[in-house]
Nanobody, 122 residues
Framework: QVQLVESGGGLVQTGGSLRLSCAASGRAVIDYAMGWFRQAPGKEHNFVAVISRSGTRTHYADSVKGRFTISRDSAKNTVDLQMNSLKPEDTAVYYC???????????????WGQGTQVTVSS
C-alpha cells in the first residue's frame, strides 16, 4: 500500500501560482496512475488532473486546462501539480490519489493523501 503526503498549499492572490507536491512512500509512483482531486466546502471530490502509470498520458479538467500541469519525478517518488493563473473558484482542499486505472473518477483510486488547503483571494 502506498502512503501519500501532500504539501505546498497556502493562500495566494488571484492570478498567482502555487506548486503542490505529493510525496509517496511504500510503493513507487510509477506503479500507479496518479491523480489530483479537489474538494470545496460542501461539495464532492472533483477531478483536477491525472497522469498515467507510464507517464506518457495526462488529462485535465476543463476548468484547469491550460493553467495547471501535472508532472511526475520517479527519482524523488513525487507527483506535482503546478497551478498558474489561480482563480477564487480554485479554492479547495487538494488531494493526491493513487490508483490502478487511468481515470477521472475518485472511486477508481484506492489511496489518498490527507489533503492540502489552497485558498485564492480575490
Amino acid at each position: 500500500q502506498v502512503q501519500l503526503v501532500e504539501s505546498g498549499g497556502g493562500l495566494v492572490q488571484t492570478g498567482g501560482s502555487l506548486r503542490l507536491s505529493c510525496a509517496a512512500s511504500g510503493r513507487a509512483v510509477i506503479d500507479y496512475a496518479m491523480g489530483w482531486f479537489r474538494q470545496a466546502p460542501g461539495k464532492e471530490h472533483n477531478f483536477v488532473a491525472v497522469i498515467s502509470r507510464s507517464g506518457t498520458r495526462t488529462h485535465y479538467a476543463d476548468s484547469v486546462k491550460g493553467r495547471f500541469t501535472i508532472s511526475r519525478d520517479s527519482a524523488k517518488n513525487t507527483v506535482d501539480l503546478q497551478m498558474n493563473s489561480l482563480k477564487p473558484e480554485d479554492t479547495a482542499v487538494y488531494y493526491c490519489a493513487a490508483g490502478g486505472t487511468y481515470s477521472t473518477l475518485w472511486r477508481d483510486f484506492g489511496s489518498w493523501g490527507q489533503g492540502t488547503q489552497v485558498t485564492v483571494s480575490s
